[in-house]
């Protein structure tokens, strides 16, 4: 389903993606968010997928979302960079 739609929309032409989903989240499937990562890899788009295990919908005040903090400010520049390590 993700590859169709990824295909029609065209998704992320040029630009990297960076998807994360909490593990125990009742609200967003982690399917989903796995499923449209794939779709993204398939079609040779950039995508980086973060999974956190132990979160829920809300990750504020966790360790997860201070590493989620972390690990998003570089994308910022990600076009200037040749590896990006996340």
């Not at 590859?3 to 929309?9: E, G, Q, S, T, V």
């Not at 994360?20 to 950039?46: C, E, H, I, M």
């Amino acid at each position: 389903m993700c590859l169709n739609f990824c295909k029609k929309k065209k998704v992320a032409s040029s630009s990297p993606i960076m998807l994360w989903t909490s593990l125990k989240d009742n609200n967003v499937s982690p399917a989903q968010t796995r499923s449209y990562f794939l779709g993204l890899k398939r079609l040779g788009k950039g995508a980086v997928l973060l999974e956190y295990p132990l979160e829920g919908h809300s990750m504020i005040g966790s360790e997860s979302s201070r590493d989620l903090n972390v690990r998003t400010w570089p994308v910022a520049s990600i076009h200037d960079s040749k590896a990006v390590d996340f």
